[in-house]
């Protein structure tokens, strides 16, 4: 994620993409691209094609085409990107279309390292090199239009898709300067418009993607449609590390509309000439399985190991004074273990890949968060090289961190390149839960201590699961130490002096793990911040106030906490079971407090009342995208706090749809207002995980005040029925 | 076996099995892809189409019990004239993000203004608690639906 | 699969129970003395009795592929797995006699003498012609043979004493063969043939005796493993006196009826396996055969929905209301009539006015299946992810919403 060492500049970007030029993006044009109009003109492409960079394309007609680099997954990034390069390149958003880039190395974000979306960083690495690619493609046009009309460059303004000349009262058009616009340098040197003189950035336009999605006509990927494709349904071994053993061949033939049965060593699929022959076609072939070393493995005995490995000192990630000491001398000592389980992803549009593998290439059309890798994927499956596979990227029916992984698509191209016609091959809702790519369950114990006048005496936190960094990016683990496992606890918004985090990594029988919204701080935040209201409770203080004391020296920490203090009307007096709680923290570079008020009734029953949060992610692009993505995300966050858990008996996965993974309905969902208190001169901030980091602590904090019940497992609901509330 | 399915108003004849849920008819055999495959189960709602102007989940239709009846879909929602207020609300709101469960939204808020054009938070809870969005974009859902029925006069 | 659960649960405080299981069948020191019927028509003819009798709800395998039992019942004296039941000569019924299998069906007992626990209904199977019975005999070995042992059965003593059987067997076998009653139509002795011998219905829908015999009080509707078995006599208010002719064919044959909802837990597996496969005329007979049954003012009043049926939820109910337009009106709708299936329908549904509310707490819990002629009708269970006190509230909405019946379901009813 956003764990990479990247020495070079953010300006490389630019550069690689000018030199990059027209070669790779020729695969831009093949057809099957998920096209977003959002302009009327028509990209017909005749004639010659302007392409400063990789990110922006002008026909003579006068089709603005912006590419995009990264995954449109509801984040709304389809709309913050095209305001950076429009802002720049003097374009209104309903002159542009927007496209997905393909797999191609142009599009690298060179903070991430590869081609990829998450993190919460696509806004954060594209604020410069993104401006400064729309800035030099309209120096290019102005410099055409300059030429032309042989007058200065400074003599001519370009807004709004055309250069003016207003000493002359003339204007030509981009699409009628891009001939000339192609012969123009690319500029060594671009000079991006100061905040004052922003027209789109900082505003809140109707978003690019929405139009289509109140349609129907937005194409995501299960929707795609292929000439000659028949679909599939997939079933892998219901164990991890099983194998195929048996299945009615002759059975699954006889369905009315299967085509094909294909198989691997550990998953079958049956191809149909619609996804209910396929369905059907399962059913009759009555899959039999070799479960393998793991079909005894219960989550019991996964608890019970990372349990055990807890006790043991781990990897050192911070290590300030003395903590162990510290904690001998305070006044008050909390000695905790908190507990967060297994969470599977379960985007509303299941995992899906459509391919057509040929003896020659390769396309594959999918929404995937990592095109490059997907197309490794392919590769590896396949023998193919790279260069000759195409991935169509698609519009995502949520991320949140599955798209990240590939492997559903490498799985698909082993079955299709058992065939030779395209195939769409698609996860039920069952096998997306069941074969998931599992948030790891972290253990955690945790001893923190207060001195008599209320400063940390001591700090130890002991992390205990899974690496997920060592298996995604091998790269980013530093000597056993997975940064993303300490993300949230080893910088805390809080001084400590005498403080000791560690990691043990414990990796769990019978599931692969994978990145969840928020990663890391979705995690340590739950554990820090509901540590810090234990302390504040254990001595007495108001735990905002206590949070103020120990935030101090961090004036961006006080403005989110005086402003959600004030919003939320903390410490006013609460109807009887209500409760509010707080959550402070920084990641993804931004800052946000969170209050959460709930309402706990005599049998159990959780009401969310409402939420506020107070945020500054810095430079404020696309205001009204902030305040959905924090909603949003406090509701993902929320719906796990209160109801989610994978568990594992036998080896299986017991949860298996919306029915038994259970998901937030509207009917639930609390008000949320989103306090901007953005700070324009700090660095820019990532938002996409923000909120979902905030959910658990502020939440758990809540239901403390409520109740005076202290819930240190995840998830919270099943806790407080009537007889435990 | 051939069945007679009225789907936006055409009359478009399939030759499926007789259990074969309408979510797959028309993805795959009619190409109309607006309606999403979300859980299979009718917990999600994202496949929610009208029959007979009444809000159903297509994932567990059988074409069977559909055909005759009157089936309306996403693709052509904007024709009615609840179905495009909704849809501008929604624009107007902001309500989308990633967008896979928003045309069962459409679809259930539409009918739900049909029959209750000036919906209380209550009738609000009640016809779209069955509609899940993994997003998160509720709040606005609710807001969107109070903003159509406020043009509904 | 949600008879295990039911099955667990009657079994609780119930010594015996009805369902026809055998222990060990590996010993084939005999071969058969006569070889099975082969006749196609024999066969055919056999296929149509053996779903009449319901066998394979028992004797499927888990997977629901194949006759070769394995099925676990988790009783609170033990666990019984079903036998297999194909033509197996180790591990199925393939070293079974005419001579022998009658005396099993009809005696419940087992080649070598062994007693069978009185799980099948042989009580009822006792009745059986020996037409019929060999006729099942010859369809079953038919089949392909499949070499499957049941795992071995693990009952506590004095359980495990299969002589313990014979003494039940006195007080509760007849071991009788049906008699037709002159006085009626030929309809009604065909009916009372298939819901007696056949269809052994009085094994769930009559209450038991204490020594869990069947009672006099027949069909008046008892709990069994959890669920009930609704009165099936011709009271108009408790049993099926205010059911059309067309109602009750139509739940018969295909698990639902216009206004009177739809079978569910073992109810559905007896239409899924056994009743949809019936010729109308049979049904007909039965029907005829039913609607005979003397009235018996016994059990729970089915109530017709409300007009305005949420005027006065309680607390609870309002919190159900609440939960049901989450997890449940997608498919069942607050109407009453069921979304988008006619499976899915609640009003009328005896099982939404049962103040008990055995039924509702079953389906809520584990869910319930039944394979329709228009694919499969299903309902997933919820205990997962619902705490009991929601499932109560929904259960409580149910009743109040759908039934007209104001009572408060306890959480604990939901507790495993």
Known sequence: MKLKNVSTSRRALLGAALSGGGGFLLSAFLPGLPLLKASQAQDTATGVVFRPNAFIRITQQGAVTLIMRYAEMGQGIYTGISMLLAEELGVTLDQVSVEAAPADPAYVDSVAGEEETGGSSSTRDSWIPLREAGAAARMMLVAAAAQIWKVPESACQARDGRVFHPADERSLAYGELAEAAMHQPVPAKVALKPASDFTLIGTSPRRLDTKAKTNGSAQFGIDAQIPGMKIGRIMACPVKGGHLTGYNRDAALAVPGVVDVLTLPDAIAIIGEHMWAAIKGMEAAFPQWEYGPNATTSIGDIVARMKKASEQSGVVAVKNGNALEALKQAHTRIDAVYELPFLAHAPLEPINTTVHIRPDGADVWVGTQVPGRARQEVADATGLRPETIAVHNHLIGGGFGRRLDSNSIGQASHFAKQVSYPVKLIWTREEDITQDQFRPYYYDRISAGLTQDGALSGWHHRTTGSSVTARWYPEGMQNGLDPDAVEGAAQTPYAMPDQLVEFVRDEPDAVTTLWWRGVGPTHNVFVVESMIDELAHQSGQDPLALRKKLAAHQPRALKVLDEVEKQSGWGKELPPGHGMGIALHYSFQTWAATVMEVAVEKNGQIRLVQAHSAVDCGPVVFPDGIVAQIQGGLIFGLTMALYNEITLKDGRVEQTNFHNYRMMRLNEAPDIQVHLVSDPDAEIGGIGEVGTVAAAPALANALFAATGKRLRRIPFAKQLGGEKA | MRFDLKINGVVREVDVPPDMPVLWVLRDILRLTGTKYGCGVAQCGACTVHLDGQPVRACLLTVAAAAEHDILTIEAIEHTETGAKVQQAWLDEEVIQCGYCQSGQIMAATALLQQIPQPTDADIDEAMAGNICRCGTYVRIRKAIHKAASHEA | ?416
């Open chain 3, 1 to 416: 699969m949600m008879s295990f659960r039911y099955l667990k649960n009657v079994m609780q405080g119930t010594a015996v129970f009805t369902l026809c299981f055998h222990g060990s069948m590996a010993f084939a020191e005999s071969a058969p003395e006569s070889g099975p019927d082969t006749r196609p028509e024999i066969i055919k003819r056999g296929e149509y009795l053996f779903r009449a009798a319901d066998c394979a709800a028992c004797h499927a395998a888990p997977d629901g592929k194949g006759l070769t039992g394995g099925r676990p019942f988790a009783l609170p004296f033990g666990t019984i797995f079903a036998v297999n039941i194909t033509p197996d000569k180790q591990t199925g019924i393939g070293a079974y006699t005419d001579a022998e299998w009658l005396k099993m069906l009809r005696e419940g007992v087992g080649r070598g003498g062994k007693h069978l626990y009185p799980v099948m209904p042989y009580t009822a199977y006792t009745l059986l012609n020996d037409a019929d019975a060999l006729a099942i005999k010859a369809y079953l070995f038919s089949l392909k043979p499949e070499n499957a042992p049941a795992p071995q059965n693990s009952l506590y003593f004095p359980f495990n004493q299969r002589w313990s059987m014979m003494f039940w067997n006195w007080l509760n076998n007849p071991n009788e063969r049906f008699q037709p009653n002159p006085a009626q139509s030929e309809q009604w002795n065909r009916g009372a043939y298939l819901t007696e011998a056949l269809g052994h219905c009085s094994q769930c829908h009559t209450p038991r005796t204490i020594t869990y015999g069947l009672s006099s009080k027949a069909y008046a509707g008892a709990v069994q493993v959890g669920w009930r078995a609704y009165n099936l006599t011709s009271d108009k208010q408790h049993g099926l006196g205010g059911w059309t002719d067309e109602q009750l064919t139509s739940y018969l044959s295909t698990g639902k009826a216009s206004g009177k909802g739809a079978a569910s837990g073992p109810m559905a597996e007896a239409v899924e396996h056994g009743l949809r496969y019936m010729t109308q005329t049979d049904i007909a007979a039965m029907v005829t055969y039913l609607r005979s049954l003397p009235p018996i003012a016994q059990g729970p009043v089915a109530q017709t929905m409300a007009t305005d049926p949420d005027h006065a939820l309680s607390e609870t109910a309002r919190r159900g209301q609440g939960l049901f337009a989450q997890a449940c009106a997608g498919c069942h709708l607050p109407d009453g009539r069921g979304r988008q299936s006619e499976w899915a329908a609640l009003a009328g549904a005896h099982s939404v006015s049962d103040p008990a509310a055995d039924n509702l707490v079953q389906v809520l819990s584990d869910g319930t299946a039944l394979e329709t002629g228009r694919g499969r009708a299903f309902m997933p269970g919820f205990s997962k992810a619902y705490t009991e006190e929601e499932l109560a509230a929904i259960a409580s909405y149910v009743l109040a919403h759908f039934g007209n019946t104001q009572t408060e379901i306890k959480p604990s009813a939901f507790k495993n």
